[in-house]
C-alpha cells in the first residue's frame, strides 16, 4: 500500500498547531469551513466539501500537543480505512514546530490517485501553516459559503 507523507516547518507554537488540528474553528481555518467536531478519542469529526468527498474521521489518539491520529469511517470511499498521523514537535521553544504527516491507505489506488490526493494535501498543509503563522488560512469553502463567494 501507498502512503502520503509531508513534513513541514511552521513558525508557531506546538499548542496553535495542535488546536488547529483538533477543534472545529481550527480545523474550518485550513481544510474546510463546514466541520462538525468534538475533540475526544473516538469522537468522529464530520467534514463537508462536495459531491462524493465528505470525509468522517474517528479520532484515535490525541497526545497533547504531539499527536493527532484518525481513521475515515466514512464519507469518501476511496480513503475507507486510511490512517493520518500528525506528529508535532517542538523545534524553537514556543516558537517552531516541526509538522509530520502521513496518510496510510488501505486500499491500492491508481498512481494518479495518489498523485491528486498528495497535491490537495500539499495545499492543504501549506493552508493550516499560512494559518498557524498569519492568522488566515485557504480553506475549502463549503456550503452556502461557497455560494456566496
Known amino acids: 500500500m501507498k502512503t502520503i507523507h509531508h513534513v513541514l516547518d511552521l513558525a508557531a507554537p506546538p499548542e496553535r498547531v495542535f488546536a ?24 468522529v469529526i464530520d ?4 459531491g462524493d468527498f465528505n470525509p468522517d474521521m474517528r479520532i484515535t489518539e490525541l ?21 493520518f498521523r500528525f506528529e508535532l514537535e517542538e523545534k524553537v521553544k514556543g516558537e ?14 491508481s498512481d494518479d490517485a495518489y498523485g491528486v490526493y498528495n497535491f490537495n494535501w500539499g495545499y492543504y498543509l501549506e493552508s493550516l501553516r499560512q494559518l498557524v503563522e498569519i492568522g488566515t488560512g ?12
Request: glycine letters at 8%.
Open 20 to 43: 488547529s488540528l483538533t477543534t472545529a474553528e481550527g480545523l474550518a481555518g485550513w481544510w474546510t469551513t463546514d466541520v462538525q467536531a468534538e475533540t475526544a478519542v473516538g469522537a
Open 96 to 109: 517552531e514546530t516541526l509538522l509530520r504527516f502521513w496518510q496510510h491507505y488501505a486500499t491500492e489506488l
Open 138 to 149: 485557504k480553506p475549502f469553502r463549503a456550503g452556502a459559503e461557497a455560494r456566496r463567494s
Open 47 to 50: 467534514f463537508t466539501f462536495d
Open 63 to 83: 497526545e497533547r500537543p504531539v499527536v493527532v491520529s484518525w481513521e475515515c469511517v466514512g464519507g469518501h470511499e476511496p480513503w475507507a480505512a486510511n490512517t
